[in-house]
């Protein structure tokens, strides 16, 4: 048996690697490729996570990623729908290790602005029976982003990419114009969203799971 550290960096870097040829595949228009890398990436991140004793929340966020990633490969408004749900499990997964930190207020002033905005803009464009699920989707992904901010900049900066890489499906669901290789920016921004909430989640629970030293708290 591999010794945890070793198991962890070949996870590590599968999941990196996995990434390289999902972005690489994208820019050269390689369907193939990108069809076999994106659903690699969620249970290689969820390994790694696992292998290092994350909270088993986060594992399970992580493999709702995964869903919602294989149904979002399936051109039909069911599988859009489907995934949407499965992301949406995760990000309750996400708020529920966030529960009982704060967030500073004007970051939470900062996303409820930006979800009056954006809603309301992208409404009329969106598809009719896509409309409500995608405004309650936002309401739940700009929680997400809020509630991570709690937790550094690491999780903090992985929310808000979350929400930029949904932003820009939604744009694209809107047919709203979009930036050259759009599917390239929104699987960069989703790959390092989930990787930075991995990181800042594992940093923050082995830092409250280190004993305190011996003596501390003794008068």
Avoid: N
Avoid at 91 to 100: E, K, N, S, T
Wanted: glycine share 12%.
């Amino acid at each position: 048996m591999r010794p945890p550290a070793t198991l962890s960096r070949v996870l590590l870097g599968g999941f990196l690697l996995a990434v390289a040829v999902d972005l690489g595949s994208l820019l050269l228009g390689a369907d193939l490729g990108h069809r076999i890398a994106k659903p690699l990436l969620m249970p290689l991140l969820a390994g790694y996570a696992a292998s290092r004793g994350a909270p088993r929340l986060l594992v399970v966020a992580l493999l709702f990623g995964w869903g919602g990633d294989v149904l979002l490969l399936f051109d039909a408004d069911p599988a859009f729908l489907a995934g949407m749900g499965s992301f949406a499990v995760g990000h309750v997964c996400y708020l529920a290790l966030f529960a009982g930190r704060r967030a500073p207020a004007p970051l939470g002033l900062g996303y409820a602005l930006a979800l009056l905005v954006a809603v309301p803009l992208l409404w009329s464009d969106l598809p009719a029976g896509l409309r409500i699920p995608v405004a309650g989707y936002a309401l739940l992904l700009a929680a997400t982003a809020y509630r991570a901010g709690a937790l550094g900049a690491l999780t903090g900066a992985g929310g808000a990419l979350f929400l930029l890489s949904d932003t820009l499906i939604a744009s694209d669901l809107a047919e709203w114009p979009q930036l050259p290789a759009p599917d390239f920016w929104v699987m960069a921004t989703y790959a390092a969203a989930q990787f930075l909430l991995t990181t800042g989640i594992l940093t923050t629970h082995r830092a409250s799971a280190v004993p305190p030293p011996a003596g501390a708290g003794r008068p």
